[in-house]
């Protein structure tokens, strides 16, 4: 390929690092990156910021970085106009570096998924058998000493309510994902 060619597509395809004389007649290497929008489940953007490109051409995105810094558990490619989120963005397992490559000075418009709080779901399960214990105790035939003192309850169930509540609670927990997140669970 000429010297004229490739001078051509490299602005194209990215992938080189630029020297630039300023007037001092000194040789500044500018390492090529593009600006980032970042939105978190539709919502922003959230952050604003450049990102160096890395790899051997200087053209990809340190994916598992921005994953990592932002507690993000995956990103798509995002239309900010129609809020829609697109394909997620891959990378490599290995150097966490995406798949496709990006041009210097490109605008990429990101929707980031949050990492999982490891403290909700096990306050959840607490809570669930906190009240499934409770309901036990207060639903089996031999209720247990410590419960007779608090004199909590003085009628006795059959073990098919204590079934069917366990039953639609479940059921209740499985439909209700979204009714719980909205409200901050």
Same mark, same amino acid.
């Given at each position: 390929?000429?010297?004229?060619? #490739?001078? #051509?597509?490299?602005?194209?395809?990215?992938? #080189?690092?630029? #020297?630039?004389?300023?007037?001092?007649?000194?040789?500044?290497?500018?390492?090529?990156?593009?600006?980032?929008?970042?939105?978190? &489940?539709?919502?922003?953007?959230?952050?604003?910021?450049?990102?160096?490109?890395? !790899?051997?051409? &200087?053209? &990809?995105?340190?994916?598992?970085?921005?994953?990592?810094?932002?507690?993000?558990?995956?990103?798509?490619?995002?239309?900010?106009?129609?809020?829609?989120?697109?394909?997620?963005?891959?990378?490599?397992?290995?150097?966490?570096?995406?798949?496709?490559?990006?041009?210097?000075?490109?605008?990429?418009?990101?929707?980031?998924?949050?990492?999982?709080?490891?403290? &909700?779901?096990?306050?959840?399960?607490?809570?669930?058998?906190?009240?499934?214990?409770?309901?036990?105790?207060?639903?089996?035939?031999?209720?247990?000493?410590?419960?007779?003192?608090?004199?909590?309850?003085?009628?006795?169930?059959?073990?098919?309510?204590?079934?069917?509540?366990?039953?639609?609670?479940?059921?209740?927990?499985?439909?209700?994902?979204?009714?719980?997140?909205?409200? !901050?669970?």
């Amino acid at each position: 390929m000429t010297e004229t060619m #490739e001078d #051509e597509i490299s602005p194209l395809i990215g992938g #080189e690092i630029e #020297e630039v004389e300023n007037e001092n007649d000194v040789v500044e290497r500018k390492i090529p990156e593009v600006e980032i929008h970042l939105f978190r &489940q539709g919502k922003g953007p959230v952050v604003v910021f450049k990102s160096a490109l890395g !790899g051997y051409e &200087q053209d &990809q995105l340190e994916v598992r970085e921005l994953l990592d810094k932002h507690g993000l558990k995956s990103i798509f490619a995002f239309n900010h106009q129609t809020r829609l989120r697109g394909v997620p963005v891959r990378f490599h397992p290995r150097n966490g570096r995406s798949l496709l490559s990006y041009r210097d000075g490109a605008v990429v418009y990101l929707d980031g998924e949050p990492k999982d709080s490891l403290v &909700q779901p096990v306050t959840r399960i607490l809570i669930g058998v906190a009240l499934i214990t409770l309901m036990i105790v207060i639903v089996s035939r031999d209720t247990p000493e410590w419960m007779k003192k608090l004199n909590f309850s003085s009628m006795n169930f059959s073990p098919w309510i204590l079934a069917c509540v366990v039953i639609v609670f479940t059921r209740m927990r499985k439909r209700t994902k979204d009714f719980l997140t909205k409200r !901050g669970w």
